[in-house]
C-alpha cells in the first residue's frame, strides 16, 4: 500500500522541530531570496544545514522553495544563491519559473526539482513537457477537480503533488496582481499584502466619502476572500485518485499551527495505512481542525467549480482555543520546563496536546520560576517548572479551550 508523503510547512527552526515531533514526512522551507513568502520567518542560508541535518535525523526529506519569478537583473543573485547552496544535502528544489528551473539546470544539474503549483499544470501535456525538462514532481493546480486529477496522474509517470489544508487564493493558482497594483508589493516575488482580505466598499466619484455597501454584514463586505482548504475527509479519494504527496499550507502560520494540523493529518493517513479496507473518518479530526485558527473551511475545487467557495461573508478567524505554551523539557528536576507564549493562570482548566492526538486536561498548578519562587501567574515568554499529566513531553503543547 502505497500512502503519501505528509508535506508540512517550516518557516523556521521552532516550526521545523514542530513538523518533526508530530509527523511530517517531508518539509519545505525557503530563504531570504526567491521564495513566494518572503515574510515567512524564512531560514538564514547559514541555518539551512542544521536544519537539512535535524531533518533527516528524523528520516524527513526537506524542500527548499525557489518558486519566485524572476526579473530582469536578478540572475546573477540566484547564480549566486544557487552556487551556494549546491553542496547542501536538500533533498529538492521547488521552482515555478522557467528561468528559474533553466538556472538549477545549468548551476546544480544533479538536485531533483519539484513544480510549484504557481506554474498551474493542469493537463498530461503540459505534465509530459515539465518532465522533459527534468522536473521530477508536479504540485497540481488548485483549480483541477478530483477526476482531472485521476486522469493526469494515469497519463503521466511524474510524481504529483496536492495541496489539502491551508489558505486559499482568490488569483489562478496564486498568480495574482491585486497586490503589486494595490500595494505595491508583487505576489509573484514574494512580498503579497493579502489584499484579498481586506475589507471594500464602493465610494461614488462625485461623492468622495461616501460610501455604499455592496452586501454587507456589521464587520464588512468581503469581495475576494477565499475560504480555507481542508480536505481531511477525502484523503482516501486522493490516494485512490494516485496522488504521491499531501501539502499543508502554512509557512506564515506558528509552530502551533503546523504542529496541530500535522497531527490530525498523521493520525488520518497512519488509520489509513493500518487498515485501507475499514477506514473510517473520524468526527473527532475534523474538531480538532475546527479548534485551529482558520477561516470557514472548503474543498476547494476538489468536486467542480460549483463546489468551490471562493467569496466568504467574513475575512476574520475562526478559532476555539488559545496557544498558551510549549513543552521544553519533560524531565526537569522540578517538573517539565514550560515557556509561557501566552498569559495563563494556576486553577484554571488547560489541555495538553502531543503527537498521535495525545491529549487531555487538566488545571494548571502553582508554577515555579527558574530561581523556585512559586508563580500563580505565568506571563508570555516567561520560563517556569510545572507539573503537567502523566506523559507529557518535550514539543507537546499546551492550550485554552474557548
Not at 519566485?68 to 537583473?73: K, M, N, Q
Not at 475534523?286 to 466568504?312: M, Q, T
Not at 493562570?345 to 519562587?373: D, H, I, K, N, W
Request: hydrophobic letters at 40%; proline letters at 5%.
Amino acid at each position: 500500500m502505497s500512502i503519501p508523503e505528509l508535506l508540512v510547512p517550516a518557516g523556521n527552526l521552532e516550526k521545523l522541530e514542530a513538523a518533526l515531533h508530530y509527523g511530517a514526512d517531508a518539509v519545505y522551507l525557503g530563504v531570504d531570496r526567491f521564495s513566494l513568502r518572503s515574510q515567512a520567518g524564512n531560514l538564514p542560508l547559514e541555518e539551512l544545514p542544521t536544519a537539512c541535518a535535524k531533518a533527516h535525523a528524523a528520516g524527513v526529506r526537506v524542500y527548499l522553495t525557489l518558486n519566485a519569478f524572476l526579473r530582469p537583473g536578478e540572475e546573477d543573485a540566484c547564480r549566486e544563491l544557487l552556487t551556494q547552496l549546491r553542496p547542501l544535502p536538500l533533498d529538492a528544489f521547488i521552482v515555478a519559473d522557467p528561468g528559474m528551473l533553466s538556472l538549477v539546470r545549468a548551476i546544480d544539474p544533479d538536485r531533483e526539482i519539484h513544480l510549484s503549483t504557481q506554474a498551474n499544470t493542469c493537463n498530461a501535456a503540459a505534465a509530459h513537457f515539465w518532465q522533459s525538462a527534468g522536473v521530477k514532481r508536479l504540485n497540481l493546480a488548485r483549480e483541477l477537480t478530483l477526476e482531472e486529477i485521476r486522469t493526469i496522474a494515469t497519463d503521466t509517470e511524474l510524481e504529483l503533488e496536492v495541496f489539502v489544508h491551508g489558505a486559499m487564493c482568490v488569483a489562478y493558482s496564486g498568480r495574482c496582481l491585486l497586490s503589486a497594483a494595490l500595494a505595491g508589493r508583487s505576489a509573484n516575488q514574494g512580498n503579497c499584502a493579502h489584499p484579498c482580505r481586506w475589507e471594500y466598499r464602493v465610494e461614488e466619484a462625485l461623492r468622495p466619502g461616501d460610501y455604499h455597501p455592496i452586501e454587507e454584514d456589521e464587520r464588512g463586505t468581503y469581495l475576494f476572500n477565499s475560504y480555507d482548504l481542508c480536505l481531511i475527509e477525502h484523503l482516501p479519494a486522493l490516494i485512490d485518485a494516485g496522488i504521491h504527496s499531501l501539502k499543508i499550507e502554512g509557512r506564515m502560520k506558528s509552530a502551533f499551527y503546523v504542529a496541530a494540523v500535522t497531527r490530525v493529518y498523521r493520525a488520518a493517513l497512519d488509520a489509513y495505512r493500518q487498515d485501507p479496507q475499514g477506514y473510517r473518518f473520524d468526527p473527532a479530526w475534523g474538531e480538532e481542525l475546527k479548534k485551529i485558527s482558520h477561516r470557514p473551511y472548503g474543498v476547494g475545487f476538489l468536486f467542480g467549480n460549483d463546489d468551490a467557495r471562493v467569496h466568504s461573508e467574513d475575512s476574520g478567524y475562526q478559532r476555539a482555543t488559545d496557544f498558551v505554551g510549549v513543552v521544553l523539557e519533560d524531565s526537569a528536576e522540578h517538573g517539565c520546563l514550560v515557556q509561557g507564549r501566552n498569559r495563563f493562570e494556576s486553577g484554571e482548566q488547560l489541555e495538553l496536546f502531543g503527537p498521535s492526538m495525545r491529549q487531555t486536561s487538566f488545571e494548571v498548578p502553582v508554577a515555579r520560576s527558574r530561581e523556585g519562587e512559586p508563580l500563580t501567574v505565568i506571563q508570555p515568554n516567561s520560563l517556569v517548572y510545572l507539573t503537567l499529566p502523566e506523559g507529557a513531553r518535550k514539543g507537546d503543547y499546551l492550550r485554552r479551550n474557548h
